[in-house]
């Protein structure tokens, strides 16, 4: 038997998801099997076999996360277990706690005392990790041994509730923020997959071997000054008021809602990273819910303001920010080596352009790509590669009622005759039914759609994406059928959200959500419209070599930063060549963009990867 990955619940280990990985196991004796957090067995119809012995599984879930017989993604075995003169486990049960039954055991504990507990018994075992060496077999040993895969030694710690009320947090915020996007998008009746720590940390792992880049989730809220938030008691669940009645199995109805508290202006920060591997870590500052929002809407109001382009009056607010959400998490980031930051944000930050934070030497995106996600449980965080997709450009140029956006014309012909396969549509095919239709006929992975957006205060369907034949409220998004087949990159560029207002913002950062594309990407007020296609024409150019989505804005949002994105002689320049523009465009532009107004207002919503 080969045992995969043995840890430690040591939140400094990077290395590793925390799951024992085995295909299959059969004896004919007795089998014992220890994984130090969660144990994967992967064939079926039997995953465990023992013709004359007994089996003992031994995993970390701890009450916390099931091992369950009939699903290997998380904890468990994709088949059944059958041991001498035991009735056989077949598919699908699961199991919280302990579970004896004739011969077959399944045992759980702390994942550190398992490991501690597995070592004491078998002195001299540390000494082969390094070398790969099979352990020796005698007749106090089980028939079905290990085989260790080098790995530095765990660090152990004593087992304490910290890890578990991490988890507990984890969980409240994503229960609080699933429930607020649902009930605004209008989407409680449709079923999400619960929250599950330990496999948010395996999908992360799962994009880390994928891409080469190591992500981290930052859950940035606000709790009372004396603790932990106010919580649903047990068997009575905080409803948000006037939502829907869940069905009994939707767990968005059996955790509490932020309708049930408010955050105070007297409110703490806290800020919780979450990594591939380890127990998630949490900073609470003694900041205040008024401090940190005062500040977010100073730095908006710099960067936003086109009149101070040239100014560096945005950096005060910027490198406060900076100071207090991310330098808390600085060295752990740095040990991890994480280069990628999925922030889920509490109300009234959502439009926080957070590529702009500030260390006194450089902003955030010098360092890392970022990403503005709702909800992870709201999210497919799935890898897929979109270098094989084909893009559908779509977008005008004129409008009855709205401003003109001349350049679109340069930016669709670009993207998709120069830099990517695919095909554009221009002002009088740039309609709903047009678009539905030409993906019926091919499915494009990737749409941009270069038009007037508005995420506005109120319901939903003030909200809109404008079209050539009219506005298409937020609420009939999900018409588009941009899930069947799915989409895995929208974007609108040259959108603007009401700054600030905690309706506006649930419309921005749920966007994705709303409909239905894995990711989206917008921008969070109206900007240059030269610079934002030379954004776009740099973007698609990344898009071709970067391993993620995040990563690809990331070296356009640098590219403009670095003034390697410019109007020189006629021409838009960037790093892929250029553009010869029109007179009249010539006129219009601002020449540079390397102020954040011209970049930070671009954001990854949804999936990053």
Not at 69 to 80: R, Y
Not at 179 to 190: D, I, K, P, R, V
Not at 236 to 249: F, L, S, T
Not at 358 to 369: A, N, V
Request: proline residues 7%; contains cysteine.
């Amino acid at each position: 038997v080969r045992l995969d990955q043995i840890l430690s619940a040591n939140s400094n280990h990077n290395n590793t998801s925390g799951s024992a990985v085995l295909d299959f196991i059969e004896s004919t004796g007795n089998v014992d099997i220890t994984a130090a957090r969660f144990l994967r067995i992967n064939r079926a119809p039997v995953s465990v076999q023992s013709s004359n012995g007994s089996v003992t599984l031994r995993h970390g879930g701890n009450g916390v996360v099931p091992f369950t017989v009939g699903n290997a993604s998380v904890n468990g075995t994709a088949g059944s277990i059958t041991a001498f003169a035991s009735a056989d486990l077949t598919p699908t049960r699961a199991f919280l706690e302990s579970f004896v039954q004739d011969n077959i055991s399944i045992l759980t504990s702390n994942p550190v005392a398992i490991l501690q507990n597995f070592l004491d018994e078998r002195p001299g075992f540390l000494s082969c990790l390094g070398d790969c060496v099979s352990l020796a077999s005698n007749s106090s040993e089980p028939a079905a041994s290990f085989t260790s895969i080098g790995r530095p030694r765990p660090v152990l710690q004593r087992p304490s509730l910290i890890g578990q009320r991490l988890t507990e947090a984890v969980i409240r915020l994503e229960g609080n923020y699933a429930n607020e996007y649902t009930a605004y998008l209008g989407l409680e009746e449709e079923s999400f997959p619960e929250p599950d720590l330990p496999k948010i940390q395996e999908d992360l792992n799962l994009v880390a071997d994928a891409t080469g880049i190591r992500p981290a989730i930052v859950y940035v809220s606000f709790v009372p000054s004396g603790g932990e938030p106010e919580q649903a008691a047990p068997g009575n669940p905080v409803q948000r008021a006037g939502a829907h009645p869940k069905d009994e199995g939707n767990w968005l109805g059996h955790l509490p809602s932020p309708a049930a508290r408010a955050a105070q202006p007297d409110d703490q920060l806290e800020v919780i990273l979450v990594t591939p591997g380890g127990t998630p870590i949490r900073k609470s500052l003694s900041v205040t819910h008024e401090q940190v929002q005062a500040t977010a809407t100073q730095l908006q109001r710099e960067v936003t303001n086109r009149s101070r382009v040239g100014s560096r009056s945005y950096l005060s607010a910027a490198q406060q920010l900076y100071d207090w959400v991310i330098a808390p998490l600085a060295s752990d980031l740095t040990e991890q080596d994480i280069s990628n930051l999925a922030f889920v944000m509490s109300p009234g930050l959502r439009s926080l352009p957070v590529s702009v934070l500030h260390d006194g030497e450089g902003f955030l995106i010098e360092r890392y790509s970022v990403g503005l996600v709702p909800s992870v449980s709201l999210t497919d965080l799935r890898y897929v590669d979109v270098r094989n997709s084909e893009v559908l450009a779509m977008g005008a140029s004129d409008f009855e009622d709205q401003p003109e956006l001349p350049a679109v014309p340069i930016e669709l012909t670009t993207i998709a005759e120069q830099l990517w396969p695919g095909d554009f549509l221009l002002n009088e095919t740039f309609t709903p039914e047009r678009l539905i239709a030409r993906r019926q006929e091919k499915p494009y992975g990737i749409v941009p759609l270069a038009t007037h957006g508005e995420f506005n205060a109120g319901q939903i369907g003030n909200s809109y994406i404008q079209f050539w034949d009219g506005r298409l409220g937020l609420d009939q998004v999900r018409a588009l059928q941009l899930s069947n087949p799915p989409v895995e990159l929208m974007v609108l560029s040259a959108c603007r959200t009401a700054i600030g207002n905690e309706e506006a913002e649930l419309g921005f950062a749920g966007l994705a959500v709303q409909s239905g594309v894995k990711t989206a990407m917008a921008s969070l007020w109206k900007v240059d419209d030269i610079g934002t296609a030379g954004l776009m024409t740099q973007f698609y150019t990344s898009l071709r070599d970067a391993p993620i989505k995040a990563e690809a804005l990331r070296q356009a949002q640098l590219a403009m930063l670095n003034g390697e994105i410019t109007v020189e002689n006629g021409k838009l320049m960037w790093s892929g060549g250029d553009i010869d523009l029109p007179p009249e465009l010539v006129a219009l532009s601002p020449g540079a963009f390397d102020h954040p107004f011209f970049w930070s207002a671009f954001t990854i919503i949804g999936s990053p990867w």
